[in-house]
T-cell receptor, first 115, second 116 residues
Framework: NAGVTQTPKFQVLKTGQSMTLQCAQD?????MYWYRQDPGMGLRLIYY???????DKGEVPNGYNVSRLNKREFSLRLESAAPSQTSVYFC??????????????FGDGTRLSIL | AQSVTQLGSHVSVSEGALVLLRCNYS??????LFWYVQYPNQGLQLLLK??????LVKGINGFEAEFKKSETSFHLTKPSAHMSDAAEYFC??????????????FGRGTQLTVWP
């Protein structure tokens, strides 16, 4: 019963490097989300995908890109990492697009440090 | 736009004492409200949610929350704290109209410490 799986769990990058965070869900959910969590800031939405083939910006999209590869997978890319992007990144999914009473299911996070 | 305020970034209680974590929201339409819990080095888990119907909502691990529209509040309570309740708790409100339907807006979190 995997749920939402994120890889890698930890990563250290140098400023200017690029990397892609992977997320996959096995619950046949339609909507997927990427958040970042910083101390004292709660979770802030970076990008989301209401359904396969669509993506939209959240609160803090600058410096990131996303790809909804198929219904299961939603990746987050940092093209040129900056120290301000040091954070814990969470992927989440929910069953139905545009349904505001649906809970979101979260992965265990990717802890990213940028030096 | 939706917003959530959690009063108190840290709450400490003794084992067996009442747990009260406060959450107030701002929403122009009737909201859907959620409480999530995060244990160290883990993702968020759903504790409970309010959508419609009964305003007192029961969740997992003995937690409950009451939706009070007049106070725009959704406080989380547990009658008797257990050591295993130590975690960070997040209140969230769902966007329930327009193009951002289904998005969640989170409070900044409350770290609960339980003393033996």
């Amino acid at each position: 019963n995997a749920g939402v799986t994120q890889t890698p769990k930890f990563q250290v990058l140098k400023t200017g490097q690029s990397m892609t965070l992977q997320c996959a869900q096995d619950m046949n959910h339609n909507s997927m989300y990427w958040y970042r969590q910083d101390p004292g800031m709660g979770l802030r939405l970076i990008y989301y995908s209401a359904s396969e083939g669509t993506t939209d910006k959240g609160e803090v999209p600058n410096g990131y890109n996303v790809s909804r590869l198929n219904k299961r997978e939603f990746s987050l890319r940092l093209e040129s990492a900056a120290p301000s992007q040091t954070s814990v990144y969470f992927c989440a999914s929910s069953e139905l697009p545009g349904q505001s009473n649906q809970p979101q299911h979260f992965g265990d996070g990717t802890r990213l440090s940028i030096l | 736009a939706q917003s959530v305020t959690q009063l108190g970034s840290h709450v400490s209680v003794s084992e067996g004492a009442l747990v009260l974590l406060r959450c107030n929201y701002s929403s122009s339409v009737p909201p859907y409200l959620f409480w999530y819990v995060q244990y160290p080095n883990q993702g968020l888990q759903l504790l409970l949610k309010y959508t419609t119907g009964a305003t007192l909502v029961k969740g997992i691990n003995g937690f409950e929350a009451e939706f009070k529209k007049s106070e725009t509040s959704f406080h989380l309570t547990k009658p008797s704290a257990h050591m295993s309740d130590a975690a960070e708790y997040f209140c969230a409100v769902s966007d329930n109209r327009g193009s951002t339907l289904g998005r969640l807006y989170f409070g900044r979190g409350t770290q609960l410490t339980v003393w033996p």
